[in-house]
């Protein structure tokens, strides 16, 4: 399919970008990697009249650590989270997952600003940055604001950022010694989307969970925190038992639409399973 006409505008600057999407108003789109934005135009389930490309404004990519924190652009495409050293010693978790997104060539194109600001309960970086504390840091005509990852995902393709904002950066910080971390996705082939999936972050002192995150991809219609399964882990021992009520409190909060992948039955008890798999994982790299 061909996509719909559209007027095309390559800005290279944050505040020419924003004056554009202030301009135009809400038949202008912007685009990133177009990994999601193209097919869905390609199929005309979105037809802007205008497209603001974001490709040539330098400031919106690359990885870089300021103090406790890593800083990452979000025009950062997800092969650079994967060769970031920065991001390997400090926080493992984003490119370990980022080499199960979708495959090579979306990945040499498509950004975790895109991953994220499209809403897609499908797509792996909601809940990867849930687990990991980010703050997601976001530009309008007003200014700068930065909201916690946590909240920002509403519902299918809904987020709390304005129509004219742009998501400039993700703030992520840094793993604490004896942090360990995991994320565990079940898809039916290479390149394809969750069937279900778990993040997982944990912290142990003494051999007790002092620090847990739990979050879903594809198991609702936006990424979930399983908030009471963290509670089943904060303070206690891990054994299969507190492995086993934590994972049936993840499945107590899934909500996943029934598609080609399964059915919500199916899908409730993979997500267990996956966070099962996670908590093991992430518990024997917490040394
Ligand atoms: C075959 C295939 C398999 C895939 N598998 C996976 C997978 O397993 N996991 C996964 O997570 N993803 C997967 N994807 C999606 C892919 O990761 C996309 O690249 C991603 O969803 C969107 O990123 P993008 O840079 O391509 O954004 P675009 O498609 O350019 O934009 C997506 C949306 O976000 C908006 N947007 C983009 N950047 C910004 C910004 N900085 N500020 C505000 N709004 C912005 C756009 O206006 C648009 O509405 C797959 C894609 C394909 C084609």
Known sequence: MIPAPFDYHAPTSVADAIALLGDLGPDAKLLAGGHSLLPMMKLRFANPAHLID????????????????????????ENDLIASKVLQAR?????EAAK???????RNRGTIGGDIAHGDPGNDHPALAIAVDARFVLQGPKGLRTVAADGFFLGTYMTGMAEDEILVAIQVPAFKPRTGSAYEKLKRKTGDWATAAAAVVLRLDGGVVSHARIALTNLAPMA???????????GKP??????????????AICDPAEDLRGDPEYKTAMAGQMVRRAIAKAAARCQ
């Open 54 to 77: 974001l490709n040539r404004i330098p400031e919106l990519r690359g990885i870089r650590e300021d103090g406790d924190m890593v800083v990452i652009g979000a025009m950062t495409v």
């Open 91 to 95: 926080v493992p978790l984003l490119p």
């Open 100 to 106: 199960m997104i979708a495959d090579p060539q979306v």
């Open 224 to 234: 979930l925190r399983a908030n009471d399964a963290e509670a089943a882990l904060l």
């Open 238 to 251: 891990l054994s299969a038992a507190t492995i086993a009520d934590a994972a049936a409190k993840a499945m």
